[in-house]
């Protein structure tokens, strides 16, 4: 069984940082594309970051670009998501994906989300 443990949310202030990690198991990164994605409530699931396994293409959706990075342990088989200078909009459930493309519709597997809030 193919398997996303994200971790690494929580509370912080406004302009400040946070890394998310996500752990895949049963399932090497491979020719996949791993993807950060973001949930608010009353709003939309949306992209936040995407790497493509095999050519190491990056991809950042506008509202977050130049804050963030995403970024690759093979060794831990564990992806990672720095997110700097956070603002009250990037609260949200954050979630790791696996896919085939860089896009939402196109990823296969899901992790169970990790829930970042930032207070101003």
């Known amino acids: 069984d193919v398997q996303l443990q994200a971790s690494g949310g929580g509370l912080v202030q406004v302009g400040g940082s946070l890394t998310l990690s996500c752990a895949a198991s049963?399932?090497?990164?491979?020719?996949?594309?791993i993807g950060w994605l973001r949930q608010a409530p009353g709003k939309e699931r949306e992209g936040v970051a995407c790497?493509?396994?095999?050519?190491?293409?990056?991809y950042y959706g506008e509202p977050v670009k130049r804050r963030v990075a995403i970024s690759r342990d093979s060794a831990k088989n564990t992806v990672h998501l720095q997110m700097n200078n956070l603002k009250p909009e990037d609260t949200a459930v954050y979630y790791c994906?696996?896919?085939?493309?860089?896009?939402?519709?196109?990823?296969?597997?899901w992790g169970q989300g990790t829930l970042v809030t930032v207070s101003s």
């Open positions: 994906a696996l896919g085939d493309q860089p896009s939402i519709a196109r990823m296969n597997y």
């Open positions: 049963g399932v090497t990164f491979g020719n996949y594309y």
């Open positions: 790497l493509g396994a095999r050519d190491g293409d990056t």
